[in-house]
């Protein structure tokens, strides 16, 4: 089964980045094309699924595949290659016992034919291959539950696992809030029960445990995988993407996030809370619609603005399905850059359409978090007619529209954008993408040019590297 497109007038196999990797490789030299600019100094880490194969079975969900780390050090214009799979629990079952250890996402935990088994009972997964996140001096590999997997920056060397023991609840997002202002990390978790909490967290810097920030009660948790953050408020968007929590302790053969339903008559409601009292200071209900990825959040003018790459529907989780991204066409994941304005207090929410043709895996300057900010660097959907199935884009949200990259035969990852430290304007920098070359059979780590958008770099890997979710810079020292 294969992903098709045509690309050049050839047949492209979009599957290559659903295969596994065979292996690791340590500081490997990357041949240069172009150049890195002398400023870029430290690493990209990214983390995502870097094998499908349980027990001679395929996994069902793109969300399943085992975490695998990647790095790519700068210095001095030089490029190093690293990755290695995390040494999980998960790991360990797969590679020693041949099943699943914990509850996945799509995939049963007791042989891919059995249900998945409910997040109230089992202990949770600590197949961490969604993203990386800096506690203090230590760099832990997350996904949607309470266990995190700590690894050496350097080597990604798995160093040990991170039960959240501070944090109650079995979901977790997977998208903490790093606020640059106020110098503190925000996350929440999801605490099932007969009435279920999404509960929110503080963890100041130089602090070593996360504080209670306060609760949502609700009778049917959505599942939501990320939140705004303002620097007054959190900003929480629950979707009408919901399950009744005993549907979860049902017999049969539905995985956990199969038993959710989609239910548009209940709307999307918005819920504000005080950031230092924990109390819920404003209410709202907006139009139904999904979405995985808030792009940011910022106070203006007594109301909140809250920016995220909405869908009408959940659909795009049924997309993701291996068999169905294996069979093709490659789906499209046009998600909306939405922009609702929220009044704290009395009046009304407003919403509207920032950029229409399509973005997800949204990321901005990460200075700009929790503030007023312009550009956002997404991917984005083909344009009708061109033989590139996807593009990397640039939205400008005052002045409207975007620049876009693409490339015959090429599929990007998740740009991140990494600030010039001398530089005085947002887009003063450098978008970092890898990139899966489907006819050379291999993957790149592609260079843009943060104003102007154009390739300045690339540097390419001496395999594969299978489609990845998340990434975070980590600055040299």
């Known amino acids: 089964m294969t992903i ?12 290559l980045g659903f295969q596994s990797v065979e292996r690791e490789y340590a500081g490997h030299e990357l041949p240069v094309s172009g150049r890195v600019p002398d400023w870029l100094d430290g690493a990209l880490v990214r983390n995502g699924p870097g094998r499908f194969e349980v027990g001679g079975e395929r996994v069902r969900h793109w969300f399943d595949g085992l975490g695998m780390l990647t790095r790519f050090a700068f210095d001095d214009g030089a490029v190093s290659y690293s990755n290695r799979f995390l040494r999980s629990r998960e790991y360990r079952a797969v590679t020693e016992d041949g099943h699943l250890a914990g509850s996945q996402f799509g995939t049963s935990s007791r042989g891919l034919l059995r249900r998945l088994g409910d997040l109230l009972v089992p202990t949770p997964t600590d197949n961490a291959n969604v993203n990386v996140v800096r506690l203090g001096d230590r760099f832990v590999a997350v996904t949607e539950t309470p266990v995190g997997v700590e690894f050496d920056p350097v080597t990604l060397a798995t160093a040990g696992r991170v039960p959240f023991s501070d944090l109650d609840g079995q979901m977790m997002t997977a998208h903490p809030h790093v606020d640059p202002v106020r110098e503190e990390t925000v996350t929440f ?44 408020h959190v900003v929480f968007a629950e979707f009408p993407f919901d399950v009744n929590p005993f549907r979860l302790l049902l017999p049969g053969s539905d995985s956990f996030i199969e038993r959710y339903r989609w239910r ?28 995985f990825h808030h ?23 049924d997309a993701l399905y291996l068999d169905d991204l294996e069979s093709g066409p490659l789906p499209s994941f046009d998600g909306r850059l939405r922009r609702f304005r929220l009044p704290v207090g009395d009046g009304e929410p407003t919403a509207e359409t920032l950029y229409d043709d399509g973005v997800t895996l949204p990321r901005i300057h990460p200075g700009r978090n929790t503030r007023p900010y312009r550009y956002v ?9 061109e033989d590139a199935p996807q593009r990397l884009l640039k939205v400008d949200t005052r002045a409207g529209g975007a620049r876009a990259w693409s490339e015959p035969g090429t599929m990007c990852g998740e740009p991140v954008f990494v600030p010039d430290p001398g530089g005085d304007r947002e887009d003063d920098g450098v978008v970092c993408s890898v990139v899966l070359e489907a006819p050379a059979e291999r993957s790149s780590l592609l260079l843009l040019d943060g104003r102007t958008f154009e390739e300045l770099g690339r540097a390419p890997l001496p395999h594969v590297v299978p489609f990845d979710f998340h990434g975070q810079f980590v600055p040299a020292g």
């Open 377 to 385: 660097y997404a991917q984005g959907p083909p344009v009708p007619g």
């Open 189 to 232: 978790t999801t605490d099932f029960g007969r009435t279920t909490h999404y509960r929110f967290y503080r963890r100041p810097n130089g602090e070593g445990r996360f504080r209670p920030i306060g609760s949502i009660p609700t009778r049917r948790p959505a599942y939501v995988h990320s939140f705004g953050l303002t620097p007054g």
């Open 295 to 317: 792009v940011n959040a910022f106070e203006d003018d007594g109301a909140l603005v809250v920016d995220l790459a909405a869908f009408d529907a959940p659909d795009v989780i």
């Open 264 to 291: 548009p008559e209940a709307g999307t409601r918005f819920v504000v809370m005080d950031r230092e009292s924990g109390a819920v200071v404003a209410e709202h209900t907006a139009e139904p619609f999904f979405a």
């Open 4 to 15: 098709d497109a045509v690309a050049g007038g050839q047949t492209t196999d979009w599957a």
